[in-house]
C-alpha cells in the first residue's frame, strides 16, 4: 500500500512539475533587417538576458539566413532584455516582457545599421558571436552557448546555420542528406554512417564549435556531398578530468553510456561509450488471396508472427600528446555497430471454393543472427613552421575494416495432407535452407598534407594520398532438402 502511495505521490509530483514547466514556456520571435537595404541579416548573434541580471545570459542563438528568429524560453513571468549584435554592425537592443497571459511575444522588424562610429583609445567589450562566416565555411561556437552545458550534440545542430534536423533526429547540410563528418579535422566513418545515433551520445559540452565546410577542398575526398561537418572537440588548456554517466530505459530496451576527459600535463585523453538494447515485441499479420481460376485452390490464407531483439553500441578514444611548442602527435580508435535476432513462423492453407475443404496446408519458421561493425583508427604527427605558425605538415594513417555475418535459417513443416510433401514442395518451390556468411573490407590511407600562407590572404594547400583496399567474402548456402 505505501509503495502505491509513494507511485502516486511521485506522478503527481511529476505532473505538476510538468504543468509548471509549460505554464512557463514562453515565444519571443522577430526579424532583424538591414536599416539601409531592408534585407534579412542573416547569422546575428542573439543574447536574451533578464533585466535585473544582465551579466548571465539565458538564452544564446542565431537570426536565420533570412534575419528571422523565433527562440523558446523555459523562463518565469519578468523583465528581460535582448541583445543583438553582428560583425561591422551597431547593436540592438529591445526590452521586453514576458507574461503568464501572453505565450507569444513577437518584437516584430528590428533594424540594425552599418558602425560607423570611430573610436581612439577606448577599451571596447562586446559578445563574442556565436557565428563565424568565412569563404568556404560557416563555424557555430558551441563553447559559449549555454545550452552546451545540459544539450548533447544532436541538439545543439538544430542552431548551427546551414544544418537541419527533423522530428525523427535526420540530418541534413546544406539541403542534403548525403555528407561527411569529421571530427578534429579528421575523417570520422562511424559518424559519417550513423551521425544521429552517435552524435546523440556525444555531451556538448566537450565539443568547442562545430564547423560546416560548403566548398571542401581536394584532399577531403567530399565528391557528391553536400558539405562536411567538423567537429571541433575542446582540448582545454586545465588539468584534471570530467565524466559523465547516463542511463535511460523503455518498454522494450535499455541505454547506457558515459563520456570522459584526462588532462594530464601535455597529454590529454578522451573516451565515449554508449550501448542501445531493444527488444521489440511480438508483431502479428494475416492477409488472403482469392484465386478466381480454380475451385480446388481458391482461398490462399496466411497467419504469422514476427519477434525481434537487438542492440546498438559506440565507442571512441581519443588521445594526443604535445611534444613541444610545434609537433604534436594524435591517434583516435572506434567503433560502432550491432547485431539483431529475428524468428519468424506461419502458417499457409489453402481452402476450395467452399471454404472448409483444405487443398494443402503447412507451416513455416525462420530463425536469423545478423552483426555488423565498423572499426577505425587514426594515426597523425603534426608539425608546425617555427617561423610562420600558419605554415604545417601532417603525416597521417587510417585504418578502416567492417565485419558482417549473416546466419538464417528457413524451415517448413506441418504438412497436411501428410504423403504429398515432397510434391507439394517441388510445386510451391519450398525448401528448408541455411545460408552462412562472412565478409570484410580493409582500407588502409596513407596521407601527407602541407599548407603554407602566400601573403596575407592566401594559403596554398598540397598532399598527396595512397589507398589500399582489400575486400573478402565467404558465403555458404545450403539446401537441407536436396
Known amino acids: 500500500m505505501r509503495q502505491k502511495l509513494l507511485l502516486l505521490a511521485l506522478t503527481v509530483l511529476c505532473s505538476a512539475v510538468s504543468l509548471a514547466q509549460s505554464q512557463n514556456a514562453f515565444t519571443v520571435k522577430g526579424v532583424l533587417l538591414d536599416s539601409l537595404t531592408n534585407e534579412g541579416e542573416p547569422y546575428a548573434t542573439i543574447r536574451i538576458v533578464k533585466k535585473s541580471a544582465p551579466q548571465k545570459a539565458i538564452k544564446m542563438a542565431v537570426t536565420r539566413a533570412q534575419g528571422k528568429f523565433q527562440e523558446r524560453l523555459a523562463v518565469p513571468p519578468g523583465d528581460y532584455l535582448l541583445t543583438i549584435t553582428s560583425i561591422g554592425k551597431s547593436p540592438v537592443v529591445k526590452a521586453f516582457a514576458l507574461k503568464s497571459t501572453e505565450k507569444v511575444v513577437d518584437l516584430g522588424t528590428l533594424y540594425t545599421s552599418d558602425d560607423v562610429n570611430q573610436l581612439k583609445g577606448v577599451e571596447v567589450v562586446a559578445q563574442k558571436p556565436l557565428v563565424k562566416v568565412d569563404v568556404d565555411k560557416i563555424e557555430y561556437n558551441v563553447e559559449d552557448d549555454p545550452d552546451s552545458k545540459t544539450n548533447n550534440v544532436l541538439e545543439m545542430l538544430r542552431k548551427v546555420p546551414l544544418v537541419t534536423v527533423d522530428g525523427e533526429d535526420n540530418i541534413q547540410v546544406n539541403g542534403s542528406s548525403s555528407f561527411k563528418v569529421h571530427v578534429n579535422g579528421k575523417p570520422n566513418t562511424m559518424m559519417s554512417n550513423n551521425p544521429k545515433e552517435v552524435l546523440k551520445s556525444m555531451p556538448a559540452n566537450a565539443i568547442k564549435h562545430i564547423e560546416v565546410i560548403t566548398s571542401p577542398g581536394a584532399k577531403y575526398d567530399a565528391e557528391g556531398v553536400g558539405g562536411i561537418l567538423n567537429i571541433v572537440t575542446t582540448s582545454g588548456g586545465i588539468e584534471g578530468y570530467t565524466a559523465n554517466l ?14 570522459a576527459t584526462v588532462k594530464k600535463g601535455k597529454l590529454t585523453v578522451s573516451a565515449n561509450y554508449s550501448f542501445n538494447y531493444n527488444d521489440n ?3 502479428y499479420n494475416t492477409n488472403m488471396r482469392e484465386n478466381y481460376q480454380s475451385d480446388m485452390e481458391r482461398y490462399l490464407e496466411f497467419d504469422g508472427s514476427f519477434k525481434g531483439k537487438g542492440c546498438f553500441q559506440y565507442g571512441s578514444l581519443e588521445a594526443s600528446y604535445e611534444i613541444d611548442t610545434l609537433r604534436l602527435v594524435s591517434l583516435s580508435f572506434g567503433l560502432y555497430g550491432g547485431g539483431n535476432d529475428n524468428t519468424t513462423d506461419g502458417r499457409t492453407t489453402m481452402f476450395g471454393a467452399n471454404h472448409s475443404d483444405v487443398a494443402y496446408r503447412y507451416s513455416n519458421f525462420g530463425f536469423s543472427d545478423n552483426s555488423w561493425y565498423s572499426i577505425s583508427g587514426n594515426v597523425d604527427y603534426q608539425r608546425v613552421s617555427k617561423k610562420n605558425k600558419q605554415r604545417m605538415l601532417t603525416f597521417s594513417y587510417r585504418l578502416n575494416s567492417n565485419p558482417q555475418t549473416t546466419d538464417s535459417k528457413t524451415l517448413y513443416d506441418g504438412f497436411e495432407p501428410e504423403g504429398d510433401r515432397e510434391a507439394l514442395c517441388k510445386r510451391l518451390l519450398l525448401s528448408d535452407n541455411k545460408t552462412d556468411g562472412k565478409s570484410n573490407t580493409f582500407e588502409n590511407t596513407f596521407q601527407v598534407d602541407y599548407t603554407t600562407p602566400i601573403g596575407k590572404i592566401h594559403t596554398i594547400e598540397t598532399g598527396a594520398k595512397y589507398i589500399l ?8 548456402y545450403v539446401d537441407m532438402m536436396a
Open 246 to 259: 547516463r542511463v535511460g530505459a523503455t518498454n522494450s530496451g535499455a541505454n547506457a553510456g558515459g563520456y
Open 281 to 283: 515485441p511480438r508483431g
Open 469 to 476: 583496399f582489400k575486400f573478402r567474402k565467404l558465403m555458404r
